[in-house]
């Protein structure tokens, strides 16, 4: 078993904003538990290849590299940008923790600092996420929507280059790596609804350790982003969509009055059709999770009712297609 005497041994990938996060993690759990952590660099197969997340769909290729480390238990927990995370368990792990959210929304970095609004026809914007691009393109079919990969810094060097106008990039993201300074504007989740968890971490570990000697991982645990976010991520389960889908959610837990509200789209890839939805449940407390799921699946399966399913669908068919001759 790894990290009983030394320091605690977290698995993260080795980007600038993995890293970041995965620190930001390190310290909380230092400062609330007095358990020194060390972070352990891990090359995940998203990180390494070429292809656009459309193209591989998108679901785990950012965290099974991370998972293998926990199944064989050479690290003790792992840190994932929630939003990456497939919604189906794991075998044999368990979300030990799920630290406070940071802001979920989208945000634009464009050139001369203009707003999306002010952008002229014709404008290219990159994003490497289906979702995004759904839901500007129902906003403004007049911008041209480029796919792009690679970190937030590369994605940023193409705007300062002037091979693209803008690119879009969570905004909590942006925060971890200091580059808020490149915001010029940013999405509230009426005009463009946030993935699922965006803005959230979460924290692994192995499901026979996590009530033993990784039990203080719960003291970074926030139970109201919890609830929040597994009303989320259960609309993309019943969906059966992963991260790569054009599917957004939003939910917001009202400690005032005990209730989660939820809302969520579903967008085709051009933004000419979408299915909306938002339902407000009363729930029993932070702690009610089964609440929270109960609403997730309440308000997914009205919007299958109205055809999201089949935008959905529609969505994976044209990724998967073969390229035209």
């Known amino acids: 078993m790894?990290?009983?005497?030394?320091?605690?041994?977290?698995?993260?990938?080795?980007?600038?904003?993995?890293t970041s996060q995965s620190q930001l993690v390190a310290d909380a759990i230092t400062e609330r538990t007095g358990r020194a952590v060390e972070l352990v660099l891990v090359t995940s197969f998203g990180d390494v290849t070429k292809a656009h997340l459309t193209q591989l769909?998108?679901?785990?290729?950012?965290?099974?590299?991370?998972?293998?480390?926990?199944?064989?238990?050479?690290?003790?927990?792992?840190?994932?940008?929630l939003k990456d995370l497939p919604t189906a368990p794991a075998d044999g792990l368990v979300?030990?923790?799920?630290?406070?959210?940071d802001d979920p929304r989208d945000a634009l970095c464009a050139r001369d600092g203009l707003k999306f609004a002010d952008l002229p026809a014709g404008s290219r914007i990159g994003t490497g996420s289906p979702r995004r691009v759904a839901q500007l393109?129902?906003?403004r079919s007049d911008l041209v929507y480029v796919p792009i990969r690679g970190n937030a810094e590369t994605r940023l060097g193409k705007v300062a280059s002037g091979e693209l106008d803008a690119v879009v990039l969570a905004y909590a993201?942006?925060?971890?790596?200091?580059?808020?300074?490149?915001?010029?504007?940013?999405?509230?989740?009426?005009?463009?609804?946030?993935?699922?968890?965006?803005?959230?971490?979460?924290?692994?570990?192995?499901a026979d350790r996590a009530a033993g000697d990784l039990a203080y991982l719960s003291a970074v645990d926030h139970?109201?982003?919890?609830?929040?976010?597994?009303?989320?991520?259960?609309?993309?389960?019943?969906l059966e969509a992963g991260c790569a889908a054009p599917v957004g959610a939003h939910a917001l837990y009202d400690a005032d009055r005990g209730e989660l509200r939820l809302r969520a789209a579903v967008v085709s890839t051009d933004g000419?059709?979408?299915?909306?939805?938002e339902r407000t449940a009363a729930v029993a407390g932070p702690a009610d999770v089964d609440g929270a799921a109960a609403l997730g699946r309440e308000l997914a399966r009205t919007m299958i009712s109205d055809?999201?399913?089949?935008?959905?669908?529609?969505?994976?068919?044209?990724?998967?297609?073969?390229p035209a001759p």
């Open 223 to 238: 139970p109201a982003t919890r609830l929040a976010v597994v009303a989320e991520r259960t609309v993309l389960a019943e």
């Open 57 to 81: 769909g998108g679901t785990g290729v950012f965290v099974n590299a991370l998972r293998d480390e926990l199944t064989a238990d050479t690290v003790d927990f792992a840190v994932h940008s």
């Open 307 to 322: 055809g999201a399913d089949r935008i959905v669908a529609d969505a994976f068919a044209e990724r998967d297609a073969p």
């Open 137 to 139: 393109a129902a906003l």
């Open 272 to 277: 000419s059709e979408s299915v909306r939805g």
């Open 95 to 101: 979300l030990a923790a799920i630290p406070e959210r």
């Open 173 to 206: 993201g942006l925060v971890r790596v200091g580059r808020t300074a490149d915001v010029t504007d940013v999405f509230d989740p009426e005009q463009v609804l946030p993935a699922p968890g965006q803005g959230a971490l979460a924290v692994e570990c192995r």
């Open 2 to 18: 790894t990290g009983t005497t030394g320091p605690a041994r977290l698995a993260t990938r080795r980007s600038n904003m993995a």
